[in-house]
């Protein structure tokens, strides 16, 4: 459901972005060479985090003790205080381990980092970059925010398999319903 509260301006469920969508972005910010973008991008898409939990991750929550990439991530969600596993598809593995090959050390532990040194992105950053990803890709963004983001690949894995359940658990969601609202699915 989308309502307008201003001219121009829409509140309600964004759209996940669709596969040629997210293709199109992955390779418009790996020909620019924005190697923080694309790791900010594919791991947002892959971990389905909230804005609030993706821009506080630290470089220990994705990479192991041997110095590689992790393939799974547990977070703590700072909104329910559950946890959620997320599954680090090899496109967002390398698209950290280049990140983190050309991230300045001194920036400290934050895996994003924002324009203060020693500060994790804010969440206004983010949703700046996220638009700016959007516009690139001719995307109206009155319909796209970061949260489009987190909704991507839930969408996708429900188009794909049907199992509510399953994106339940990814999102960290209580109920059912709570995910069937999310996708807008009617009955599940």
């Known amino acids: 459901v989308v309502r307008r509260s201003h001219p121009g301006t829409i509140r309600g469920q964004m759209r996940p972005l669709t596969a ?4 199109a972005i992955e390779t418009m910010l790996a ?4 190697w923080r973008s694309l790791a900010l991008f594919r791991t947002a898409i892959d971990t389905m985090l909230r804005a609030s939990d993706l821009v506080t991750l630290l470089i220990p929550d994705v990479m192991g003790a041997d ?7 547990i977070v703590r969600q700072r909104k329910t205080g559950g946890t959620v596993r997320g599954v680090l598809s090899p496109a967002t593995r390398d698209a950290l381990k280049r ?9 400290g ?3 994003f980092t924002g324009k203060v040194q020693g500060k994790h992105l ?8 996220a638009k700016g990803w959007f516009t690139m890709a001719r995307l109206d963004t009155r319909f796209y925010s970061t949260h489009s983001l987190r909704r991507t690949k839930a ?16 999102l960290g969601h209580a109920t059912v319903n709570a995910t069937s609202r999310y996708l807008g699915v009617e009955d599940a």
């Open 109 to 111: 532990e934050w895996l």
């Open 67 to 73: 110095g590689q990439v992790m393939e799974e991530i």
């Open 122 to 129: 804010s969440d206004s950053q983010y949703r700046r970059t």
């Open 155 to 170: 969408a996708l894995i429900y188009a794909k398999t049907g199992n509510i359940e399953a994106v339940r658990r990814l």
């Open 20 to 23: 040629p969508q997210v293709a």
């Open 99 to 107: 990140w983190l090959l050309v991230r300045p050390p001194f920036w």
């Open 31 to 34: 020909q620019d060479g924005d």
